[in-house]
């Protein structure tokens, strides 16, 4: 029972666009989100969230859009640099509650 | 500030041996995390603590133990080692501050191969 989905296993952009990546989730109970960006033979290092009381949160090149309703949650980063290919990975957590599960992640590749 | 390291970081072990994997965080965090990474896959929580003497099994236990006696050091033991158990495993801890900060930070990961 997969509660955090990332449909896309990779996605491929052009250096300077806009990269969009995507975040599905089941338990209506979750109601704090993060993005975890994992560079090969390194661990996963935080990003960016977004608190439900909120639909969008920035911070530079990277934005995080929260649709509670669709349970959807996005990652935009504009504009795309070669140094942020990487997996990233979507994860989420209850109140209350100081687990986080986390999404099957997205490999983005930037192409200059 | 070292934040979380992991040894080793590879190992090949051989059906039925025994290991542990050390995690040592440097941030005084109370809650600590063990995850499992196979390929494809999202991460996998192992075992979790809370604070020193506290551990609570996370999603896939089976083959795993934990400790925790001191609030910096969390290690991983695997007593019977077995295929299924080949992975990348990440410890991580956070502050969990007011029940606010969900922030986990990871160490680099340990590979582990059994055959």
């Known amino acids: 029972d997969q509660q955090v989905k990332q449909n896309s296993p990779s996605l491929s952009v052009q250096e300077g666009r806009i990269s969009i990546l995507n975040c599905d989730y089941t338990n209506s109970m979750f109601d704090y989100f993060l993005w975890y960006k994992k560079y090969p033979a390194e661990g996963p290092t935080f990003l960016i969230s977004i608190s439900s009381i909120k639909d969008k949160n920035e911070d530079g090149r990277f934005t995080v859009f929260l649709n509670k309703s669709a349970k959807h949650l996005s990652l935009h980063i504009v504009p795309s640099q070669p140094g942020d290919s990487a997996v990233y990975f979507c994860?989420?957590?209850?109140?209350?509650?100081?687990?986080?599960?986390f999404g099957t992640g997205t490999r983005l590749t930037i192409i200059p | 500030n070292a934040g979380v390291t992991q040894t080793p970081k590879f190992r090949i072990l051989k059906i039925g041996q025994s290991m542990t994997l050390q995690c040592t965080q440097d941030?005084?965090?109370?809650?600590m995390y063990w995850y499992r990474q196979d390929p494809g896959m999202g991460l996998k929580l192992i075992y979790y603590?809370?604070?020193?003497?506290?551990?609570d099994k996370g999603e896939v236990p089976n083959g795993y133990n934990v400790s925790r006696s001191t609030t910096e050091d969390f290690p991983l033991r695997l007593e019977l080692a077995a295929p299924s158990q080949t992975s990348v495993y990440f410890c991580a801890s956070s502050s969990y501050r007011d029940r606010v900060d969900y922030e986990q930070y990871f160490g680099p990961g340990t590979r582990l191969t059994v055959t």
């Open positions: 603590s809370v604070g020193a003497g506290i551990t």
């Open positions: 994860a989420a957590s209850a109140k209350g509650n100081e687990k986080l599960t």
């Open positions: 941030m005084n965090h109370n809650y």
